[in-house]
């Protein structure tokens, strides 16, 4: 890697995680945290990895040692005052993430190029906070990081071309898959991804059961049932992030009533024990009058897999029209960070429209636009495709040329 020592901040679940997969390309980090008692907490993690990577034969005890005397800890910000690149994953708070910032920036040589993890918060906004805009960028990793591959690079608006060209060629040197990624509320995986789940939501919320939705979407090729997924996450990471996207996009992330309902039930998922949506996997009382109780009746149109699909396809080709991402950077990265459906190697929202047509993707959003409402507004792009004869897969060319 074109970094020479690294700084990791925050030794949580994605700090370490971010650290292991560094020092296991022979890069020296520095993990640190706010007291040393974290920063072991993070080491054990890291070490815990390696220890079961020696256990599956997948590394020598020789070079589990070697890795792990890569990576030191630290509780003291003058401990990164010689790293080339810090990376920071700390509490997700724009407030805190400024400060640390501000305090490296003091310390830090000024060629150190300072990247956040962060999920939510703006990168143009924490560069200008950091006190060095132009050397400073989004890196976000996907959970867990020692198995996912993909990795958003985000530029702000001030960051330099070169920054972002050798942050890029980092992340290929350990292994992962960049996709470079405007600033944008949700970046791209999770926009998209959340534009999808937001009708999933309001699916639930009409009645729909969570079964039939979950088991549409790995009949369709998913790896998990979107409200299973919710579960496993946490509903307090739902109730923090929606509202977020709801004041940036409007009504095409329509507020939800169902996730601060389960919030304040106390129902978060797995971190309360199994209990969200389902309850250790069944569907109780609590939640069928949870739902009851929102009297929320949708359209009364029968449900379709189509609408859930259909709400993240537009949202793919508004990131294509803004210029978020290039065609074949959305899908690689949906495939990567979502498991949408890939068969034989291609996938993705964008080639799955080209494969059903996109005369039949133009004209399943205006009837949902009727029925549903104008959240499904079909994007204008789709319009000037369909009418250049550009109709996917059947036609030669949609959004992707086809031999
Ligand atoms: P976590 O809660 O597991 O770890 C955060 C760590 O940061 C804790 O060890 C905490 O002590 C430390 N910390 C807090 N304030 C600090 C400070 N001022 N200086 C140094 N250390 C400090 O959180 P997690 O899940 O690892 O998330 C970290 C960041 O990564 C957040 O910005 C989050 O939005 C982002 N992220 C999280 C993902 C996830 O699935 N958990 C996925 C992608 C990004």
């Known amino acids: 890697m074109s970094y020479k020592k690294v700084a990791v901040v925050g030794a949580g679940a994605m700090g370490a995680g971010i650290a292991q997969v560094i020092v296991a390309a022979s890069t020296e980090v520095v993990l640190m945290d706010i007291s040393a008692e974290f920063v072991q907490g993070g080491m054990k993690r890291i070490e815990g990895r390696f220890a079961s990577d020696v256990k599956k034969g997948k590394m020598s005890p020789e070079e589990k040692d070697r890795v792990m005397g890569l990576v030191s800890g630290s509780a003291n910000h003058d401990d990164a005052r010689d790293v080339d690149l810090v990376i920071e994953a700390i509490v997700e708070d724009r407030k805190v993430k400024g400060e640390l910032f501000q305090s490296l920036n003091r310390v830090c040589p000024p060629e150190t190029v300072f990247a956040t993890n962060t999920s939510t918060l703006s990168v143009t906004d924490l560069a200008g906070l950091s006190g060095r805009a132009n050397r400073f960028l989004g890196l976000h990793f996907f959970n867990p990081v020692h198995a996912m591959k993909l990795v958003e690079v985000i530029p702000g608006l001030d960051t330099e071309r070169a920054v972002v060209d050798a942050a890029t060629a980092a992340m290929k040197s350990i292994k992962k898959v960049p996709a470079v990624v405007q600033d944008c509320p949700g970046f791209l995986v999770n926009r998209i991804l959340l534009s999808y789940m937001n009708e999933v939501f309001l699916a639930a919320e009409e009645g729909i059961a969570p079964g039939l939705i979950d088991g549409e979407a790995k009949k369709a090729g998913f790896p998990m049932g979107p409200l299973e997924l919710s579960d496993?996450?946490?509903?307090?990471?739902?109730?923090?992030?929606?509202?977020?996207?709801?004041?940036?996009?409007?009504?095409?992330?329509?507020?939800?009533?169902?996730?601060?309902?389960?919030?304040?039930?106390?129902?978060?998922?797995?971190?309360?024990?199994?209990?969200?949506?389902?309850?250790?996997?069944?569907?109780?009382?609590?939640?069928?009058?949870?739902v009851a109780g929102l009297n929320s009746k949708g359209s009364g149109a029968p449900f379709s897999f189509d609408r859930l699909m259909l709400k993240q396809i537009n949202e793919a080709v508004y990131c294509l029209q803004e210029g978020v991402a290039t065609a074949e950077d959305i899908d690689r990265a949906m495939v990567l960070g979502t498991g949408f459906p890939n068969e034989a190697g291609v996938g993705g929202p964008l080639h799955w429209a080209d494969a059903m047509g996109l005369d039949w993707v133009l004209s399943r959003l205006k009837a949902l636009t009727e029925t549903e409402g104008p959240r499904f507004w079909p994007h204008h792009l789709i319009k000037t495709y369909v009418a250049a004869g550009r109709l996917g897969k059947k036609a030669g060319r949609g959004f992707f040329a086809y031999q």
């Open 232 to 290: 496993m996450v946490g509903w307090d990471v739902s109730d923090h992030t929606f509202p977020i996207l709801h004041g940036a996009y409007g009504e095409r992330f329509p507020s939800l009533k169902l996730v601060g309902k389960l919030n304040s039930a106390g129902r978060l998922g797995l971190k309360t024990g199994g209990k969200g949506v389902y309850n250790n996997g069944e569907i109780d009382d609590e939640f069928r009058a949870m």
